[in-house]
């Protein structure tokens, strides 16, 4: 992924929501969203590196990764970054135990942010900041920079996943998928520094990146919903190198296990609204 947005316990009828955008090359093999037949996972899949960028289990658990933009590093790094999100999803460890057990071995991949939750907890870590930190109540985002970044895309996104509950209508996959598809550049003034031309880096700076130079751009909009009564919802859409829809993937399932108590605010290394 390029840009999470998750509502972490905004409100009893929905304590999480989550909505991301993949960018990617058009060219990098993948399979859309589907159910895993070697795994109780439902999520795309990285084709050439075999893991995947965000997923959810019909547990209600659910793990996604950005990259961290490092011109000049040592991009491939030893390990795939794809295999982080199954390693949580396919286990039964608290998100705060996997990433302890895990962060171990992070030197060996390349850099990323990884947010693991389930239904009690989230937590979130990465291998270019210190720490694991687990997420209380507030909308959080993550993209391709530290987890404190404040990119305009970010801020962007988490206004809009404010807006869904600004009023009492219910949330659906439909709704946060178009918010996720906003294209509008950040100024000049905003843009981050990260290594790269200015040109480029402008391209970049929107939620949802057309397909441009390069065959690159926003291929896919996932949306995970669980609700307080245990229903949740998994959406994909995806879009093809000429930005039209290419196929939507909608899976509905229930998760019984009761919601824990709310914890005690702590918004750790992210930043937070709400």
């Not at 009893?12 to 991301?20: C, W």
């Not at 962060?103 to 942010?113: K, P, T, W």
């Not at 206004?159 to 946060?176: C, H, P, Q, R, T």
């Amino acid at each position: 992924m390029c840009l999470i947005i998750i509502a972490h316990r905004m409100s009893p009828d929905y304590p999480l929501v989550l909505a991301a955008n993949r960018d990617e090359f058009f060219s990098r093999p993948t399979k859309q969203a589907h159910e895993w037949p070697d795994a109780a996972i439902i999520a795309g899949r990285d084709l050439r590196a075999g893991g995947t960028w965000l997923g959810v289990g019909r547990d209600g658990r659910f793990a996604a990764v950005t990259n961290i933009r490092e011109p000049g590093g040592n991009e491939a790094g030893k390990r795939s970054r794809g295999e982080l999100p199954p390693g949580f999803l396919l286990g039964d460890e608290a998100p705060g135990e996997y990433l302890a057990r895990r962060s171990v071995a992070f030197g060996e991949y390349a850099g990323f942010n990884l947010l693991v939750g389930d239904a009690d907890s989230v937590c979130h870590a990465s291998n270019r900041s210190p720490g694991i930190h687990a997420l209380g109540r507030g909308i959080y985002g993550l993209s391709n920079g530290a987890p404190d970044s404040n990119w305009p895309k970010v801020v962007r996104g988490k206004d809009k996943m404010a807006e869904v509950f600004s009023g009492n209508a219910a949330i659906d996959a439909d709704a946060l998928i178009t918010r996720m598809r906003d294209e509008q550049q950040a100024g000049e003034s905003e843009l981050p520094e990260t290594g790269i031309p200015d040109a480029q880096e402008r391209w970049l700076s929107s939620m949802f990146i057309p397909a441009g130079a390069g065959d690159y751009g926003t291929r896919c909009i996932s949306v995970f919903i669980r609700r307080g009564n245990g229903a949740c919802e998994f959406s994909e859409q995806n879009f093809a190198a000429n930005g039209e829809c290419a196929g939507r993937h909608d899976f509905v399932f229930s998760f019984l296990q009761p919601i824990a108590s709310p914890p005690p605010e702590e918004t750790g290394a992210l930043s937070a609204v709400g």
